[in-house]
């Protein structure tokens, strides 16, 4: 990532780029068969990083769901400005060839997770309420952010992170106090937005369970049965999270590795490879 933001993607050499890492030129070829799938990871580790900066600090537990979303917010936007040069390097270089179908799916999942994540605290705020503009909201806030990011990126001008949580939650407190005043028809609704993030992986955990819940007391012992569903059952509630914890994913699946029949190892880790976690 550094190497591409110093000197953009096209003039970033792949020799440059071991010569960072410190590793020989040939190695880097066993992992990736061109520079332009070496961006589509660096791309992922972008947004697997700054999921991960929308997690809940330990520290921060015990506070109310509205101080973690504006900390939260504070440390998002964060991520963004100490990213400043990677991102400019991708607006700047829209010809870079990593195929079509592959960025829509970068950026598909990335607006899907964050949407949700936004989502998911407006209903913690603001309660059942504010359900039927929660889409609404999740989406203006979406515009706000966006903008403050887009202008502090074009102009490279930061700004302090604490004071962009602060003042989005309380434009937040606005939207939904007008929300509420004045009831009106919702724009976005579950049915036309994005929501179904991980439904694919989900999926490949269902028919895992499903395989553990039709076995017989022949297939395996009662008790490695229900250590295996409830593994497997807890690693379901995870992924159904907007932003799953990523170390509590890998542990149940380490965990279900360990645990699992020789005979359906080939499904866990079909389930396994659809959620990247390997």
Same mark, same amino acid.
């Given at each position: 990532m550094r190497?591409?933001a110093?000197?953009g993607f096209?003039?970033?050499?792949?020799?440059?780029?071991?010569d960072?890492l410190?590793?020989?030129?040939?190695s880097i070829?066993?992992?990736?068969?061109?520079?332009?799938?070496?961006l589509?990871?660096?791309?992922w580790?972008f947004?697997?990083?700054m999921?991960?900066?929308l997690?809940?600090?330990?520290?921060?537990?015990q506070?109310?769901p509205?101080?973690q979303?504006?900390?939260q917010?504070g440390r998002?936007?964060?991520?963004?400005?100490?990213?400043?040069?990677?991102?400019?390097?991708?607006?700047?270089?829209?010809?870079i060839?990593?195929g079509?179908?592959q960025?829509?799916?970068?950026?598909?999942?990335?607006?899907?997770? &964050?949407?949700?994540w =936004?989502?998911?605290?407006i209903?913690? /705020?603001?309660g059942e309420?504010a359900? *039927? @503009?929660?889409?609404?909201c999740?989406?203006?806030?979406s515009?706000?952010?966006?903008?403050?990011m887009?202008?502090?990126?074009?102009e490279?001008?930061?700004?302090e992170?604490?004071?962009?949580?602060?003042?989005?939650?309380?434009r937040?407190?606005?939207?939904?106090?007008?929300?509420?005043?004045?009831?009106?028809s919702?724009?976005?609704?579950?049915?036309?937005?994005?929501?179904n993030?991980?439904?694919e992986?989900?999926e490949?955990?269902?028919?895992?369970?499903?395989?553990?819940?039709e076995?017989?007391?022949?297939d395996?012992?009662p008790e490695r049965?229900?250590?295996?569903?409830?593994?497997?059952?807890?690693? &379901?509630?995870?992924? =159904?999270?907007p932003?799953p914890?990523? /170390?509590?994913v890998r542990?149940?699946? *380490? @965990?279900l590795?360990e645990i699992?029949?020789?005979?359906w190892?080939?499904k866990?880790?079909?389930?396994?490879?659809t959620?990247?976690?390997?």
């Amino acid at each position: 990532m550094r190497c591409f933001a110093r000197k953009g993607f096209h003039a970033t050499s792949i020799q440059e780029i071991v010569d960072e890492l410190g590793m020989a030129k040939g190695s880097i070829y066993f992992y990736f068969k061109s520079k332009e799938e070496l961006l589509l990871a660096v791309i992922w580790q972008f947004i697997e990083r700054m999921t991960a900066g929308l997690a809940v600090l330990p520290e921060e537990r015990q506070l109310a769901p509205r101080e973690q979303f504006k900390l939260q917010l504070g440390r998002h936007f964060d991520y963004f400005q100490n990213n400043w040069e990677f991102l400019a390097m991708l607006m700047q270089e829209p010809q870079i060839n990593i195929g079509h179908e592959q960025k829509s799916k970068l950026m598909r999942e990335m607006r899907e997770r &964050l949407l949700l994540w =936004k989502r998911q605290y407006i209903l913690a /705020i603001y309660g059942e309420e504010a359900a *039927a @503009y929660s889409w609404d909201c999740a989406h203006l806030l979406s515009g706000m952010l966006n903008e403050i990011m887009h202008s502090s990126l074009i102009e490279r001008k930061r700004i302090e992170a604490g004071r962009v949580g602060a003042y989005l939650m309380e434009r937040v407190d606005d939207l939904m106090a007008a929300f509420l005043a004045r009831p009106a028809s919702p724009l976005m609704y579950a049915e036309a937005t994005p929501g179904n993030l991980g439904a694919e992986y989900r999926e490949a955990w269902l028919a895992f369970i499903r395989t553990v819940e039709e076995s017989g007391p022949t297939d395996l012992v009662p008790e490695r049965r229900a250590d295996l569903l409830e593994a497997s059952g807890r690693l &379901l509630e995870e992924l =159904k999270q907007p932003i799953p914890d990523r /170390i509590v994913v890998r542990s149940l699946y *380490a @965990y279900l590795k360990e645990i699992c029949p020789p005979a359906w190892r080939d499904k866990l880790e079909t389930a396994g490879a659809t959620l990247k976690i390997e």
